[in-house]
């Protein structure tokens, strides 16, 4: 979380670019003076146009990167400190702030479309949440991470959720208990990111990841994906039931028959999301 002066409110514009690629959607958030802040707004604007991407149906796979100096900071921690002087204390507000960030989260877990993180440099506190909670990141060979909140006094409780989902136990730990900042490397290695690569070659290999995805059945990656999220909490034995039933549905769909089909008769094949 960064102390950061505050600015008039922005449109949803001037908070995040919508840019269509082919069957790839980028949501770049541009907020560079304010670098990225998750701001009421800049949530708002974000968690928006990630629905108009999963509604779109010539959209297969979502990026979500930003320009600037950072990736995103967190939250405006400047803006949350006024809030001390509310009748309440602040309490409210930060309800309000926390519940919108952790909605946003969870949104993009359940959106039906692959997302990936892109990811040119800091991503601190709720910034690095918002990387974790991707299904996928890539990041440059500069990027750095960190939760920095406790060196603010504020445990990152919520950048937690997705982030001890992320990687083991002890190196999320690490990170909670010192909020210092470690490299692309050793997220790597920790299994915080998927691809770190060359500063100079993010978008292209980030692009080139997410084509290769959006050659997929929509429908097929749609179940794959709540299949996913929703056995990673449950025990083995109803994991593997749950997996099962969508197997099953999986082979029912056109594109599943589609698929198996193609394959037996060596063709590309013809996917209809259905």
């Known amino acids: 979380m960064a102390m950061t002066d505050t600015a008039p409110p922005l449109d949803a514009s001037d908070l995040v670019r919508e840019e269509t690629v082919g069957r790839v959607r980028r949501l770049v958030l541009i907020d560079e003076k304010r670098r990225n802040l998750l701001t009421s707004e800049m949530m708002a604007a974000l968690d928006e146009a990630l629905e108009r991407a ?38 409210a507000f930060f309800q ?37 909670a991707c299904d996928i990141a890539v990041a440059a060979e500069s990027a750095r991470f960190g939760t920095t909140g406790v060196t603010f006094g504020l445990f990152c409780s919520t950048p937690m959720v997705p982030l001890s989902r992320a990687v083991d136990r002890k190196d999320a730990l690490e990170m909670l208990m010192t909020g210092d900042l470690i490299s692309a490397g050793h997220a790597d290695k920790i299994g915080l990111v998927n691809h770190v690569v060359p500063d100079d070659k ?44 969508v197997m099953v549905d999986n082979l029912m769909t056109r594109d599943g028959k589609e698929g198996l ?9 013809h996917w209809e999301g259905r």
Do not use: W
């Open 54 to 91: 999963a509604s779109d149906s010539d959209i297969r796979c979502v990026v979500i990167a930003a320009e600037g100096p950072a990736f995103c900071v967190g939250h405006d921690l400047k803006a949350m400190t006024a809030h001390y002087e509310d009748p309440d204390g602040g309490r």
């Open 96 to 132: 309000g702030l926390f519940d919108q960030c952790s909605a946003l989260m969870y949104g993009i877990a359940r959106n039906p479309r692959p997302i990936i993180a892109e990811v040119h440099s800091v991503a601190a506190a709720a910034g690095c949440q918002l990387v974790a």
């Open 202 to 245: 993010l978008t292209e290999e980030t692009m080139a990841l997410a084509e290769r995805i959006a050659t997929k059945s929509p429908l097929v990656l749609q179940m794959g994906k709540e299949a996913y999220y929703a056995q990673i909490e449950k025990g083995l034995q109803d994991a593997y039931a749950h997996c099962s039933t």
């Open 261 to 269: 089909s193609a394959f037996v008769g060596k063709r590309e094949p």
